[in-house]
C-alpha cells in the first residue's frame, strides 16, 4: 500500500489549524505561511478535508477553517481516506495457470496486510500525531554541549 504526498500536506494542515485553534478560525493565507509544500495543492487538501467532514470551512470577514471534530476524534484512517482515492490493496491477475496459486497466494498477504493497516490507521488519532510532534520540536531544541578545546 502506497499512500500519497496529498495525505502529508493534510496532516500538517491539520496540525497547524489544531496548533492555531485558540485563533478561532485559521485562514488559508495563515496556513499557506506554515506549509512547506506549493500553495496551488493547499486549496485543492483543503477542500477535500472539509468535503471528509474533517473540517469546517466559512467564507467572508473572520472566516476561514476550523476542525470539525476534537482532534482526540479524527482518526488517521479518516484522513487517508479524506485526500486518497481508495486504500484498496493491490490485485496481481496470473498471467499463466501455473502461477494461479503463488499469485493466490500473494493477493491473500496483500489482502491481509491491507486490513492490518486500516486497523492501525483507525487507532491512530490526530491527537496522537499532535503530541508527537510536540515531543519530536522540544528534543531537537537541545542546546549543543560545549566543546572544550584542549591546550596543548
Known sequence: M???R???YAVGILLQIHDLAGEGYVTASTIARGCRFPPRFLYRILRRLVAAGL???TSGPGGGYALAAPPKRITLLEIVVG???GLEPSVLEPVSAKQRAAID???RLCEQNSRRFVADL???KLADLSR??????KSSRRPKKKSRSRKA
Open 2 to 4: 502506497k499512500l500519497n
Open 6 to 8: 496529498s495525505v502529508s
Open 55 to 57: 473540517l469546517r470551512g
Open 83 to 85: 485526500v486518497e482515492a
Open 105 to 107: 497466494e500473494i493477493n
Open 122 to 124: 483507525k487507532r491512530v
Open 132 to 137: 508527537q510532534k510536540k515531543s519530536a520540536g
